[in-house]
């Protein structure tokens, strides 16, 4: 029996673009589309939507891969996520590996095998796995990057940045970083822009679970550091470090300003209203799916499954500093801002 596999294969496509012509041709080049209904007439190919999902896997599904469904901010992903899939006449099959490196190569495995592509959020594995994903199906990556597989990440450094340009120009000098995971590829993209603000001393506080209780955890180092401000590796990390802060009686942002990351629905449901630097999700989430189906792309290209040769696609979306209520002038007299680059 002819399967979608044979027909993707002759017509020099993937099974999730051969999908794509066949069951929802409008979102399709038309020469891509062309090609591939060419090629199922000359194969003799008859779509059975029940037994191709039984025989191959194909099933009109993509997974989604994150590594903690409660998280808020995978939350929004898995909304955009599952409203451009069915937009494309998807559905999407999500996967929780609770932030643990091993199980997450192992989920993702076996995800790939019964959907037509996979979508990692933020993956915790080595680089060796990521690339090993390559050659079981398309995948495309989110908050992560990787010379085999097309991404979408954010432009992180730059969000960096514009915090600790904000705390120098409210006087801050000595600045405190509660990092994320050690594995956390974004942890990295944020400590890169650690030192980009001149007059500035970090004072990095390590690594910890993106999870409010590590906020909390980190209260002592906090105030024993000398710092006058703290950038918390996310959120929920600033809302935990709030809360026990003002448990001991320190005021926020009177006695220590806190910049959070993500820019969560809780951001602003904190007392105080939490500055942070606003990430698109939701918008990662769709831009994501897009790469993964081939919406839009040029014919005879994929993005989910590079061409030889070609390095795989990678966008990264713009952030932005929401100044809210949880910065205050520092110790030192405030400063203007630094001149625009």
């Known amino acids: 029996m002819v399967t979608l596999r044979d027909v993707a294969r002759a017509a020099g496509v993937s ?18 589309r062309e090609r591939v209904l060419r090629t199922a007439r000359e194969l003799g190919y008859r779509a059975n939507q029940a037994a191709r999902a039984l025989a191959t896997g194909d099933s009109g599904m993509i997974g989604l891969v994150v590594p903690d469904i409660e998280s808020p901010f995978f939350a929004s992903i898995a909304k955009g996520v599952d409203a451009r899939a069915r937009e494309l006449g998807s559905s999407v099959l999500i996967a929780d590996t609770q932030e643990d490196a091993e199980l997450e190569a192992e989920v993702a495995g076996r995800v790939q095998e019964r959907v037509e592509g996979v979508i990692l959020c933020s993956p915790r594995m ?4 990521l690339g090993g994903l390559a050659d ?37 000098r000595v600045i405190a970083y509660v990092g994320g995971p050690h594995s956390a590829w974004a942890d990295a993209e944020r400590r890169s822009a650690l030192h980009a603000v001149p007059g500035l001393r970090i004072v990095d506080l390590g690594h910890h679970r993106p999870v409010h209780d590590s906020g909390a955890a980190a209260v002592d180092t906090v105030m024993a550091c000398g710092a006058s401000a703290v950038l918390c590796y996310n959120d ?3 809302v935990g470090l709030v809360r026990s802060l003002q448990s001991r009686g320190i005021r926020v942002p009177e006695d ?10 809780l951001a602003t449901l904190t007392a105080p209203a939490l500055t942070t630097v606003r990430l698109p999700w939701a918008a990662a989430g769709r831009v994501a799916v897009d790469l993964l189906l081939g919406a839009g792309e040029d014919a005879g290209e994929d ?14 979306l713009g952030v932005e500093l929401v100044v809210r209520e949880s910065t205050g002038v520092g110790p030192e007299r405030a400063v203007p801002p630094l001149p625009e680059a």
């Open 15 to 32: 099974p999730a673009t051969a999908s794509r012509a066949l069951g929802n041709p409008d979102v399709v080049a038309a020469g891509t």
């Open 126 to 129: 080595g680089t060796a796995d």
């Open 136 to 172: 079981l199906g398309p995948t495309v990556l989110i908050n992560r990057e990787s010379s085999d597989l097309p991404s979408v990440s954010f432009e992180t450094p730059t969000g960096v940045r514009a915090a600790l340009a904000h705390l120098r120009s409210l006087g801050h």
């Open 236 to 238: 929920l990390v600033a």
């Open 256 to 265: 220590i300003s806190v910049v959070g990351f993500d820019d969560i629905a």
């Open 303 to 316: 993005a989910g499954e590079p061409a030889a040769g070609r390095a795989p696609r990678r966008v990264r």
